[in-house]
């Protein structure tokens, strides 16, 4: 029996796809993500890891987030399981600066550049182990899919996909035609990268290809919970387990600060440790609120938080007051009363007026 982990898009390196802020804990969180995967097949005392794209978020990512991982792949190493990685579309082999050129990772790539229709043959304890892999731009519909065809040779193979087209914009299953490709290989099993989770059965029910998706989930909506997949494989029989990869999560809310007293107060229920924030404040206010210095406050009782601020001023006293008074201010504020803007505009417009003027700082 083959025992195998596999997982993709650790992207470690990547800049936050929300706040700018969440950058630094983000990176640390995919990087957890990664320790947490190597735990797991220590525990489980895999014979075999794959990484299926997309390790790093960058071909030349920087050693901060290179040192942990040369330290756990050896930790791996130590314990005979033997590590494969496809490069990915983040992480490409092909660039002079790739990091999987450096004598440490480039035995570790899986693939063969020069010939790509002939797999890469593995030693893993008692197995011969035959890898077809197929880099982030082959499609579906690539000539590389319709020539491969699997070895006559004894042993487990495996085919081993980076994140490519269509694959990765389903989250229930191997959309056409790469399933047609995948029951057409007829090999042992199939490992994709992406970022959605699935598993796909052949026309007899069997299981024959996968997807882990994110290993640290990044999104304040879906699933809040990322996997990868621990694989046994004994002749045809094929068990597939979802392990999970506890991480941060993701946290939405919305408030309305129309009469409200204290913003901390309202948020103080929401906040936790492991969590990114994302927060709509909604309502009439009197004074613009200080966001920067509410999100210093809130440093250490969340992971992170972005704010998309809908308050509206114009009922604000303060303006009310403003208006009234013989100034330039007051009078531009008259004449922006009088116009028809859409309320967006309109307040942006007033917020601009406000800070110019700096209306609230001489409060």
Same mark, same amino acid.
Request: aromatic share 8%; hydrophobic share 35%.
């Given at each position: 029996?083959?025992?195998?982990?596999?997982?993709?898009?650790?992207?470690?390196?990547?800049?936050?796809?929300?706040?700018?802020?969440?950058?630094?804990?983000?990176?640390?969180?995919?990087?957890?993500?990664?320790?947490?995967? +190597? @735990?797991? !097949?220590?525990? $489980?005392?895999? /014979?075999?890891?794959?990484?299926?794209?997309? =390790?790093?978020?960058?071909?030349? #990512?920087?050693?901060?987030?290179?040192?942990? +991982? @040369?330290? !756990?792949?050896? $930790?791996?190493? /130590?314990?005979?399981?033997?590590?494969?990685? =496809?490069?990915?579309?983040?992480? #490409?082999?092909?660039?002079?600066?790739?990091?999987? @050129?450096?004598?440490?990772?480039?035995?570790?790539?899986?693939?063969?550049?020069?010939?790509? =229709?002939?797999?890469?043959?593995?030693?893993?304890?008692?197995?011969?182990?035959?890898?077809?892999?197929?880099?982030?731009?082959?499609?579906?519909?690539?000539?590389?899919?319709?020539? =491969?065809?699997?070895?006559?040779?004894?042993?487990?193979?495996?085919?081993?996909?980076?994140?490519?087209?269509?694959?990765?914009?389903?989250?229930?299953?191997?959309?056409?035609?790469?399933?047609?490709?995948?029951?057409?290989?007829?090999?042992?099993?199939?490992?994709?990268?992406?970022?959605?989770?699935?598993?796909?059965?052949?026309?007899?029910?069997?299981?024959?290809?996968?997807?882990?998706?994110?290993?640290?989930?990044?999104?304040?909506?879906?699933?809040?919970?990322?996997?990868?997949?621990?694989?046994?494989?004994?002749?045809?029989?094929?068990?597939?387990?979802?392990?999970?990869?506890?991480?941060?999560?993701?946290?939405?809310?919305?408030?309305?600060?129309?009469?409200?007293?204290?913003?901390?107060?309202?948020?103080?229920?929401?906040?936790?440790?492991?969590?990114?924030?994302?927060?709509?404040?909604?309502?009439?206010?009197?004074?613009?609120?200080?966001?920067?210095?509410?999100?210093?406050?809130?440093?250490?009782?969340?992971?992170?938080?972005?704010?998309?601020?809908?308050?509206?001023?114009?009922?604000?006293?303060?303006?009310?007051?403003?208006?009234?008074?013989?100034?330039?201010?007051?009078?531009?504020?008259?004449?922006?009363?009088?116009?028809?803007?859409?309320?967006?505009?309109?307040?942006?417009?007033?917020?601009?007026?406000?800070?110019?003027?700096?209306?609230?700082?001489?409060?």
């Amino acid at each position: 029996m083959l025992k195998l982990l596999y997982g993709s898009d650790f992207c470690l390196g990547a800049p936050s796809p929300h706040s700018s802020s969440f950058t630094d804990a983000l990176n640390q969180d995919r990087l957890k993500a990664f320790e947490r995967f +190597v @735990r797991c !097949a220590l525990e $489980r005392q895999v /014979d075999l890891i794959l990484i299926a794209g997309n =390790l790093f978020a960058s071909p030349a #990512p920087d050693l901060h987030w290179v040192e942990p +991982v @040369r330290a !756990a792949i050896r $930790r791996l190493q /130590d314990q005979r399981i033997v590590v494969r990685i =496809l490069p990915g579309i983040c992480d #490409p082999l092909r660039p002079k600066e790739s990091l999987y @050129r450096d004598p440490f990772f480039s035995p570790l790539i899986a693939g063969n550049e020069a010939d790509r =229709l002939s797999p890469g043959c593995l030693r893993v304890g008692s197995h011969s182990v035959f890898l077809y892999t197929f880099p982030w731009m082959a499609g579906g519909q690539s000539p590389l899919c319709h020539q =491969l065809k699997r070895s006559c040779q004894d042993g487990v193979h495996l085919g081993l996909v980076a994140s490519a087209d269509a694959a990765n914009d389903s989250s229930g299953g191997l959309p056409r035609p790469w399933l047609s490709h995948v029951q057409r290989w007829a090999l042992d099993y199939v490992v994709f990268g992406g970022r959605h989770k699935w598993r796909q059965t052949d026309e007899r029910g069997r299981l024959c290809c996968g997807c882990a998706g994110l290993p640290q989930v990044e999104s304040f909506s879906g699933p809040q919970q990322g996997c990868c997949h621990s694989l046994e494989l004994n002749g045809q029989q094929v068990r597939l387990d979802e392990v999970p990869l506890p991480g941060a999560t993701f946290t939405s809310c919305t408030l309305n600060l129309e009469g409200a007293s204290d913003v901390r107060e309202m948020l103080g229920p929401i906040l936790n440790q492991e969590n990114y924030l994302s927060c709509v404040l909604t309502g009439s206010v009197d004074r613009p609120f200080e966001l920067e210095m509410l999100t210093r406050e809130l440093r250490g009782r969340c992971r992170g938080v972005e704010w998309s601020d809908q308050t509206l001023l114009g009922s604000s006293q303060v303006v009310v007051e403003l208006e009234k008074q013989d100034t330039v201010l007051g009078v531009t504020l008259q004449a922006w009363r009088q116009k028809d803007f859409p309320e967006d505009v309109r307040e942006a417009i007033l917020r601009e007026l406000l800070a110019r003027f700096g209306a609230f700082e001489r409060e």
